[in-house]
Every structure is written in structure tokens, then in C-alpha cells.
């Protein structure tokens, strides 16, 4: 055993003289010390509690275990160094903030940007001037004339050591701003909490609506008349309610029916008409619906741009007729719209689909209002309807059928489905127009077969025949017969695509009709099967899209949006065209909606290059 041990010193002697020569090699130490470890394992395995202990650890050994394992006083050096490190970094990038010009990592300053004055690298409020590094408080013309209302908020904390406080501006770029002069560099604490308060209000002023003298009462009016709302999204559906746009337009009154010289009477054959100012600017698509408000100067139009105008009819004002409000409905080109009868205080539009839309203008509201489900066969668009003059219901044409068609009646004010008109006339329904009264209507088939249809019946009670039909498309009522069967109505026209007007009266129809329901014999039709017209009217040649009475029941107006200029004034009761109005320098265009005001002093036409001309007939 004693042969062993000598052998083990000298194995440990020798591999301290190879760790000597070769200790920079890390390899070379790695494998060394793991030489060591195996013959320490084996021979400690080998000797006995009773042999000699195992000698010192020289400083080679020790070296070699520090090179390979470290030790505790290694390991906290390294854990301060690291420390000091972080903290120095941390105040480089504090200083590199305030800071143009970076230092290096040897402490020597960058040479790129040094001996260039601050007056050439920032914007100073005035000249250049020496620095003073004298404590003093800033002159009262430091801060601006709004620091006197900051100073009006009471503090809610006070810090003595506000007062003792020194603030270097000069010395870090981030403080430089709010210097008032180059020359100024040390400032107090009070001082530069007021500029820093005075910089915050600065970059986020106070807005409006928190500044109690500026906020807006509600009687107060906007100072701009078009406030455009957009229904980009389905869920925005709200808009001004129309009490605070008439509030934000001068001279917008209720219309008044007592003229002071009496009821005007229009003379025949020659018409004094006087062009106005165009409403509103250029729409982005055709007019192909103009509706003017019961009680108000207010026009509203639509089109395929699927926007409703509400127009503000101001002939005499600085900036004539202009637009009021608009409103913009998502992916509906609107087909139809007007004001609800008799108030005016509802807005309904229509396109291609399968619902409509109600904006409530008392309170801003837009109800979106869908088909009833087991009706969808029979109603899949609902671009066309009219509203009956009494507010109460709503007419609505419904898909056409082979051999006939058929009308769906709706509540104005519920949407609820209340009856439906058939006619089986062939090739469907043409157009339709409610009796004065709203309690019926008369629907003409595009064959020229005429349907009168009494609500109060709820069924037709009499068909007949428009002369020489060929190809209706459009019928209307005006007029006032003295009796109230029929509706009270006592003209109806009905225009072909031929472009011929038949004109009928009615007053002998209504006195028929009420003799009939007095003796009770329905034998005796009350209106013949083939009736003549009063007056065939053929000056136009291409097919009547628009037939419009006056309220007053003193003219009618036709026109064909298929020409140019193709529009025609008729007076009532001659049934006689004006020959003196349109000339031909008359900017009609190719019309594609019109409306006469409530009072039948302003014509309105809409063409399809999305211009609203307007023109007031005197007489």
C-alpha cells in the first residue's frame, strides 16, 4: 500500500508540472482536472480510515480549480461588476435622453457635433446672450397672458421645499423649451412647476365642452345649415331631429295658405312663371324623387346615390335654397321617398328591397322597417309607394302576377299589413293614386283597365277603360269635385307610352255613385265602362313618366323623362296647354322627378344630372 501511495504523489507531482506549462489551454485543464477527479475517486476508494492524510492543496491546484469552477469571492465580483454596469447604463440613457451629443464607451465625447452652438442645433424664443447661473426668480412677462387663469384653479397641495428647490433649464435639452430667454438657465421650483403646467395646457388644451361659458344651451342654433349624417354603420341610424335644424335656418316659417289679395287664378293659354335659384348644389346621381313639406319651405330629394336632401327653399336669402341636413343609407339606392301626410313630420324612403326606411324627424330617428315573412312571395321590393293624403296608410305596389297585380296596404304608423287591392288588368299594375280622402284608390293595369277601390268596402267598386290606351305607365287625382264620393277628387289623368294624356272628370261619376248608394241599385254602373275624356293631350311623343297636380287643382303638369325638355304645363279646368312656357332655352334637361309646393306657387324639377331647378309661378 505504501508502493501505491508514493505512486499516487508522484502521478499529482507530475500532472501539476504538465497544468503549469499548459494552464492557458482550457482543453488541457479540462482534461487534466478530470484525470485528477478519477484518481482521487479510485484511490480514495482504495485507502483506509487508518492511512495518513491527504496532503494540502498547493496554489496550482487551487489556481486550476478557480480556472475551472470559480469561487465565492469570483462570484460576488462578478455580481457587483455587473451591477455597476446596469447603473451606469441606466444613467447613460437618462443623459443620452436630455442629450444630442452621445458619449463613448471610454468617456471621451463625440467629436461630431462638438463646438456648434446651441442657437445653430435648437429654436430659441430670443437672441443669444451669456448663460447666468445665478438663482433668481423669473420676471413677470416670463409666462404667458393665459398663466393668469391657471393660477385661478386653487392648488390643492402645497410643498415647502418647493421654494428651495434650484432647476437647472439649460442643462438638459428636455428643459430647454421652456426657457423664455437663451440667458436664462436656473429657475425655483415654484417657478417650474408653473411652467410645466403652463407646457401640459399647451400640447392638451381644455376642450369646449369642460370650459362652462362656452357650453351650448339647447335653444342654441349651429352656425352651419348642411349637417350631412352618414349610416355607415347599421347600428348609427339617428340623425338632428328637424325641430333644431329649422332652428339653424333664418327665416324658415310655416308657409301660410291666406293670400292678401284672395285666392290667385291663373290665366289660360299664357303663364307668368319666373325662374329661382337652383336648390342645393349638384347631386352625385340623378333626382328621381322630389317631395316638398306639408307646412315648411323644405324640398326633400333622393336618388340612386341613397342619400335623402332636405333643402331649405330660400329664393331671397345670401346663399339661395341651400341643403339643410342629408342622410345617408347604407346600400339603398332610394327609389321613392316623401313627407308623411298631413304633418310632415316622418320621412319614408324605398329602393329595390325588401324593406324601407322612417326617420322620425321629431326625434332624429331612422327605423329600418322589413316585409311581413308570410308575405315576401308577394311583396319582394318595395321601391314603390305612396303614402294615402290622410297619413294613415301606406300603398304599396306588390310583384307583379301573370294576368294581374296586386297593392298591399300597410299602417302608417305600425307597418302592419291591413289589406290588399287586386286588378287583373294584364301585364300587372301601372301606377296608382290615393282618393283625397285616403279612404280608397284608383289603380290602372298597364292595358289601360282602371280600378276604383273603396277602403271603407274594402273591394273594387267599379272598372272601366281608358281610351285608346296603349301602354300605360302613370295616373294621378287632383282637383276638388264639391262631393265627397270618390274620394272628392275630380280630375284624373292617365299618360301611355305613347305619350298622350287623357284627362277625365269626375264630377258627374261622384253624383252618380251617390245616387246609386241612395236607391240602392246597382244595376246602373256608376261610372261607365268606356268613358271619353275631356281632353286627349298629345304634345308630347315619348312615354309619360310623371303626372303632378297642383294643390290648388288650377294646373297640371306632364312630362317624359325620355327627351330632353320634354315637360308641359296644363291649365285647369280649359285643359289647355301654355304655349309660352318652356322656351326653348329653358334648362330642363331630362327630367326625372317633379313636385309643386303646397301653396302651387314653386315648381320643382329634378333632372338626371342630379340638378334640382326650381321656378315660382305667379300667375
Known amino acids: 500500500m505504501d508502493d501505491r501511495h508514493d505512486h499516487h504523489h508522484a502521478l499529482l507531482a507530475g500532472l501539476d508540472e504538465e497544468v503549469a506549462s499548459e494552464s492557458e489551454d482550457d482543453s488541457v485543464g479540462k482534461g487534466t482536472r478530470k484525470v485528477l477527479e478519477d484518481s482521487d475517486m479510485e484511490t480514495n476508494s482504495n485507502l483506509s480510515d487508518g492511512t495518513d492524510g491527504i496532503p494540502e492543496k498547493d496554489e496550482a491546484e487551487k489556481k486550476l480549480e478557480r480556472l475551472l469552477f470559480g ?89 415647502s421645499d418647493d421654494e428651495l428647490l434650484a432647476v437647472s433649464l439649460a442643462s438638459q435639452q428636455r428643459l430647454r423649451k421652456l426657457r423664455v430667454a437663451e440667458s436664462e438657465d436656473v429657475i425655483s421650483g415654484n417657478e417650474y412647476i408653473r411652467r410645466l403646467r403652463r407646457h401640459y395646457q399647451q400640447l392638451h388644451p381644455t376642450p369646449e365642452w369642460a370650459i362652462p361659458g362656452q357650453q351650448k344651451s339647447p335653444g342654441d342654433s349651429d352656425s ?51 325662374r329661382l335659384k337652383d336648390v342645393g348644389g349638384d347631386q352625385p346621381s340623378s333626382v328621381d324623387s322630389l317631395s316638398f313639406h306639408p307646412h315648411y319651405p323644405l324640398l326633400l330629394s333622393s336618388g340612386p346615390a341613397a342619400t335623402l336632401f332636405l333643402h331649405h327653399i330660400a329664393p331671397s336669402a345670401a346663399a339661395p335654397n341651400p341643403i339643410l341636413t342629408s342622410f345617408h343609407i347604407r346600400r339603398t339606392p332610394i327609389h321613392t321617398s316623401a313627407f308623411a301626410p298631413p304633418t310632415g313630420n316622418k320621412i319614408f324612403a324605398s329602393g329595390r328591397r325588401r324593406y324601407f326606411h322612417i326617420w322620425d324627424l321629431d326625434t332624429g330617428k331612422v327605423d329600418k322597417v322589413n316585409g311581413s315573412a308570410d308575405r315576401k312571395e308577394e311583396q319582394k321590393s318595395m321601391e314603390r309607394f305612396k303614402l294615402s293624403p290622410c297619413g294613415r296608410y301606406v300603398g304599396l305596389v306588390g310583384t307583379s302576377r301573370k294576368g294581374g297585380g296586386l297593392i298591399n296596404v300597410l299602417d302608417s304608423g305600425t307597418a302592419q299589413w291591413i289589406a290588399q287591392v287586386r286588378v287583373d288588368g294584364q301585364g300587372g299594375v301601372a301606377d296608382f293614386s290615393w282618393w283625397g280622402d285616403g279612404e280608397g284608390m284608383t289603380v290602372v293595369s298597364k292595358n289601360g283597365e282602371v280600378s276604383e277601390w273603396d277602403g271603407s268596402l274594402n273591394q273594387v267598386v267599379a272598372r272601366w277603360m281608358d281610351a285608346g290606351a296603349v301602354g300605360t305607365t302613370v295616373l294621378a287625382l287632383g282637383g276638388r269635385s264639391g262631393r265627397t264620393q270618390l274620394g272628392g277628387d275630380r280630375w284624373v289623368a292617365i299618360g301611355s307610352s305613347s305619350g298622350v294624356v287623357n284627362v277625365y272628370d269626375r264630377r258627374e261619376w261622384a253624383a252618380a255613385y251617390a245616387a246609386q248608394s241612395s236607391s240602392a241599385d246597382i244595376n246602373t254602373p256608376a261610372i261607365p265602362r268606356n268613358p271619353e275624356p275631356v281632353r286627349a293631350l298629345d304634345q308630347l311623343t315619348t312615354p309619360i313618366s310623371h303626372l303632378v297636380f297642383a294643390p290648388d287643382g288650377q294646373f297640371l303638369v306632364m312630362a317624359s323623362r325620355w327627351k330632353r325638355d320634354a ?53
Open 71 to 159: 469561487d465565492d469571492e469570483g462570484f460576488q465580483g462578478a455580481l457587483k461588476s455587473q451591477k455597476e454596469r446596469s447603473l451606469i447604463a441606466l444613467s447613460k440613457e437618462s443623459d443620452d435622453e436630455g442629450s444630442d451629443a452621445g458619449h463613448r464607451e471610454d468617456g471621451t465625447e463625440d467629436q461630431e457635433l462638438d463646438g456648434i452652438a446651441d442657437a445653430d442645433l435648437f429654436f430659441l424664443d430670443s437672441g443669444a446672450g451669456p448663460v447666468s447661473t445665478d438663482l433668481a426668480e423669473s420676471p413677470e412677462t416670463s409666462s404667458e397672458p393665459d398663466e393668469e387663469d391657471l393660477e385661478e384653479t386653487p392648488v390643492v397641495w402645497h410643498d
Open 224 to 274: 352651419e345649415h348642411a349637417d350631412i349624417m352618414d349610416t355607415d354603420d347599421e347600428e348609427q341610424t339617428s340623425a338632428q331631429p328637424l325641430a333644431k335644424l329649422l332652428q339653424g335656418a333664418a327665416d324658415l316659417t310655416k308657409l301660410d295658405d291666406a293670400r292678401p289679395g284672395g285666392k290667385r287664378k291663373l290665366r289660360q293659354e299664357v303663364i307668368d312663371i319666373q
Open 567 to 619: 315637360l308641359r304645363i296644363v291649365h285647369l279646368p280649359s285643359c289647355t296647354v301654355y304655349r309660352n312656357w318652356p322656351t326653348s332655352n329653358t334648362p330642363l334637361g331630362r327630367i326625372s322627378s317633379v313636385a309643386v309646393s303646397p301653396n302651387s306657387e314653386q315648381l320643382a324639377v329634378g333632372n338626371e344630372q342630379g340638378r334640382v331647378r326650381l321656378w315660382e309661378i305667379r300667375g
